[in-house]
């Protein structure tokens, strides 16, 4: 329990009972949470860890209910906690004792879809695979899919700039944003973007999206929808070496394929999925790759078999190539099941750092270096071809000191990625879990400038204002 | 700008910052620019002085195995794309030389390719210049360093001020380098022609290639001049068996617009090229041109009730999303007819070419909302307090 929060505002919790008064008059009843028991579903996030009692707790249908919400708490100097569905695993949704929720999972409503243009107009509280849902009967997808895509909002993904397992080839959520409705501090509603590319003026939409809910609140998006492949197919190669495994990464990228996933998986993570999932992973490797390419059966045949005569000269011991969708299904099953399986094992933390995918071999020992002079353990299951990390740092909650040790054991391992080159977060966001180590990536400099820009939006730190930044120096202007 | 004013050409990051320290103390106003070959573009401003990237050059980080160079903001453009080329790779976004639009010389500049987020026919695949630039280090107006992304392509750490600055046109800070992410470049390119189809049809046929799951990386229609037909263009890249494959594919689904022709090698490239540089429109002597942006099926309806009120001559890229549109440098070059069709059809409309004098008296960019405006110069502030770094060359205050 490191992470600290701000001490709240006693004025404003002393104003509670005329705070949810004033609430209670711009959204009906069922919209406003004021229970405690029922208040209590939202006091954490992804980040269980953490966890702070609101206010409040408000959940609104319309644009024009968040408008008034919004130039309410403006008005009456209350905090905003914007919320999709409470997935963040950085603790981006976690709110704190002086402060409303304003969660937008209501509004989870399709409002249109153009298949010839290639777009789709949501609420901003539907689920991520929601979205794709709605499209695939004409066979088109909307692809950055997180790994929490059943549950998660494109409201949460706009403001983690969400990526997930196909961003090599498809791109993370700022590549497939269109447009927004956004509903500013004061209530004021603007359109950025639309159905169109390259909205004039500065780039907003690329601003808003990844800014953790700081300055405004998405109601609406226009997303781009893409025609699924025909097909894909996984190939798994199982190395003696973390070198080798790095190398033929390189070696397939410096080829001029791109797979639309290339995964990662180190042997504690192998044998964790392999005894959940009966997936069929080899269990005498050192490092595992999942490797899938899409198209026509044809196309597909081709680029596996170029991937394969590439894998060879690293020497893997294993190489199986999928020829049906059962083994397709079967060599995905362990991968997806990771995060489940681990936790079945094991409490663990997932880091979510980025590095320089040549920095592989080296960063990946380290952090067996790391995890064991606490006394730890780690899974390692990532995102190779772009070097997006997701050690899972295993502890036990119940030994008291482990948990810190984990945390301690995570901070470590980010300050690794940045050394080499790489960031504290490449899809996870910074929330607060990764607000204190902001200063190791940034210098004063950067940071006041995002600040400044922050402070255009909300000058008086009350939107999220626990996060992103460390608590310490900060200003608006 | 006055003939014999200052020009300043920093030969480091805090060269840099001296000058535009010095600047901002003193209210000199500065014209941020790389070699030039923009300069008639955007709003034309009064500036005391100049401070160009033109002495900031050289790659400085290429990792071909991570798919990603970095090079000093003056680096010229085409030394980048030689330096990729080389390792078999390429900028995705296919950056747009506007050299024989605008009617300039000089080598165009990496920096500038991010600061005005230059784009071509490949956006609709692999997005425009800000989706690759992942990485940015400049001078703000108060002369401070700053950094922002990096050389991973996978960060979400802190605000996105990489998306800011492109597509700022150096009124928020002197970009010092730049990062941007790389792809291969592909085996084979092959065009699919269709001809003799009128704008609603071709981008009937355009829509239905781009919602194939076929990959087209280039979907344009250009109209002949007595536009009862016309070109249009539907380009695959890739292997060469999956490029079979999938024209062979796309020749079937589209079969019921008859005459087809496939267009491969040097002249295909040349006419992608043509696309990408909008030379189509640049023999028309001397007319301005307009950039028009909207939702791709309602690309026709806007240039029919543009072509309404205007001599107008056209061709549509981006599946009928982009439409480059030439009209006679009278009165407003057009700009109350375009803007009412943006208004009408959605989407906005940037004067690309025109004399200075239309420059200056119309808007050079789509109008925005009141609310937009006042954030746009907030944050403007936010970079150039003193309003020093290019003001005005968007809008007015910015």
């Known amino acids: ?477 | 700008m006055i003939v014999d004013s200052p020009r300043h050409t920093p030969r480091d990051e805090q060269d840099a910052s001296v000058i535009i320290r010095e600047a901002a103390d003193k209210g000199t106003l500065l014209n941020v620019a790389g070699n030039g070959t923009k300069s008639p573009m955007g709003r034309p401003n009064q500036t005391d002085a100049s401070i160009s990237s033109s002495g900031l050059t050289g790659i400085t980080l290429y990792e071909p195995a991570e798919l990603v160079i970095s090079a000093r903001s003056g680096t010229p453009l085409l030394e980048v794309m030689r330096v990729l080329a080389a390792k078999g790779q390429e900028l995705p976004f296919e950056p747009m030389d506007y050299r024989a639009l605008l009617g300039t010389k000089g080598d165009p500049t990496i920096g500038a390719v991010a600061a005005m987020n230059i784009s071509g026919p490949r956006r609709i695949m692999a997005g425009a210049a800000r989706d690759s630039l992942i990485g940015v280090r400049f001078v703000n107006g108060r002369g401070e360093t700053v950094k922002s992304g990096g050389r991973v392509m996978k960060n979400v750490t802190g605000l996105d001020l990489v998306k800011l600055m492109g597509g700022s046109w150096g009124t928020l800070g002197f970009l010092t380098e730049v990062t941007f992410k790389v792809l291969p470049k592909q085996e084979r390119m092959a065009t699919l022609v269709i001809r003799g189809l009128d704008d609603r049809q071709a981008i009937e046929a355009l829509s239905m290639a781009l919602g194939s799951p076929f990959d087209v990386t280039g979907a344009a229609h250009v109209p002949d001049r007595d536009r009862r037909g016309g070109n249009t263009l539907i380009r695959l890249e890739g292997f060469r068996i999956s490029v079979d494959y999938r024209m062979n594919e796309l020749k079937r689904m589209l079969r019921r617009f008859r005459f087809m022709d496939i267009l491969e090698g040097v002249g295909a490239e040349a006419l992608w090229q043509s696309v990408r540089d909008v030379t189509l429109l640049t023999d028309q002597g001397n007319r301005a041109v307009w950039r028009v942006s909207t939702a791709p099926t309602r690309g026709p309806d806007l240039v029919a009730q543009v072509a309404q009120s205007l001599d107008a001559q056209w061709f549509y890229d981006w599946g009928g999303g982009l439409v480059w549109i030439s009209t006679p440098v009278d009165g407003d070059a057009g700009a109350s007819v375009l803007r009412e069709a943006t208004r009408a059809f959605g989407g906005h409309a940037t004067l690309v070419r025109a004399p200075a004098e239309i420059r200056s008296a119309v808007d050079v960019f789509e109008p925005q909302p009141d609310a937009l405006m006042t954030l746009s110069r907030g944050i403007k502030a936010s970079f150039d307090p003193a309003g020093i770094l290019n003001p005005g060359r968007m809008y007015a205050g910015v």
Not at chain 1, 135 to 162: K, R, W
Not at chain 1, 343 to 372: F, H, S, W
Request: hydrophobic share 45%; with cysteine.
């Open chain 1, 1 to 477: 329990m490191t992470i600290a929060f701000p001490q709240p505002d006693k004025a404003v919790l002393a104003r509670r009972r005329e705070i949810v008064e004033g609430l209670g008059r711009l959204v009906a009843s069922e919209a406003l949470i004021v229970s405690e028991d029922e208040r209590r579903a939202f006091e954490t996030d992804g980040l269980t860890a953490y966890r702070r009692m609101p206010l409040a707790v408000v959940l609104p249908s319309t644009t024009e209910e968040v408008s008034a919400i919004l130039r309410f708490c403006h008005e009456n100097r209350v905090k905003v906690v914007p919320r999709g569905a409470g997935t963040s695993l950085c603790g981006g949704a976690i709110p704190q004792e002086d402060a409303i929720v304003l969660g937008v999972a209501k509004m989870n409503r399709v409002l249109n879809v153009d298949f010839e243009a290639r777009t789709a107009r949501v609420q901003s509280g539907i689920t991520n695979l929601g979205i794709s849902q709605a499209v695939s009967h004409e066979g088109f997808f909307y692809a950055p899919d997180p790994s929490s895509q059943l549950a998660c909002t494109i409201a949460g993904n706009i403001a983690m700039n969400s990526g997930g397992a196909h961003c090599l080839k498809y791109g993370v959520t700022t590549n497939n944003l269109l447009g927004v409705t956004l509903v500013l501090l004061d209530g004021t509603v603007v359109e950025i973007g639309g159905e169109h590319l390259d909205a004039p003026g500065y780039d907003l939409l690329g601003l808003i999206c990844g800014s953790e809910g700081q300055l405004g609140v998405v109601t609406e998006a226009v997303v781009r929808i893409l025609r699924a492949a025909e097909g894909a197919r996984p190939a798994l190669f199982g190395f003696s070496s973390v070198e080798d495994a790095g190398a033929c990464v390189a070696a397939i990228i410096g080829a001029g394929i791109i797979p639309v996933a290339l995964e990662y998986m180190d042997k504690p993570a192998i044998q964790i999925c392999e005894a959940f999932a009966h997936a069929g992973y080899p269990l005498d490797v050192e490092a595992m790759l999942i490797c899938e390419v899409e198209g026509s059966d044809q196309e597909i045949d081709d680029m596996l078999r170029r991937i394969v005569a590439i894998a060879e000269p690293f020497r893997p011991k294993t190489m199986k190539v999928s020829q049906s969708e059962a083994e397709s299904a079967a060599i995905w099953k362990g991968r997806k099941s990771a995060f489940g399986a681990t936790g079945r094992v094991a409490d663990y933390i997932c880091m979510d750092g980025t590095i320089p995918t040549g920095q592989l071999p080296y960063v990946l020992n380290r952090i067996d270096e790391i995890v064991k002079s606490y006394g730890l353990g780690v899974a390692n299951v990532f995102h190779a071809g772009d070097g997006n990390l997701h050690p899972l740092v295993m502890f036990n909650t119940n030994v008291p000191g482990e948990m810190e040790k984990a945390e301690k054991a995570g901070e470590d391992i980010l300050r690794l990625c940045v050394e080499v080159g790489g960031c504290l977060t490449g899809e996870h966001g910074v929330g607060i879990e990764k607000r204190d180590l902001m200063t190791c990536q940034f210098n004063a400099t950067d940071l006041e400038q995002q600040m400044r820009v922050r402070g255009v939006f909300d000058p008086g730190w009350l939107l999220n204002p626990a996060k992103v930044f460390p608590l310490e120096g900060r200003f608006a202007a």
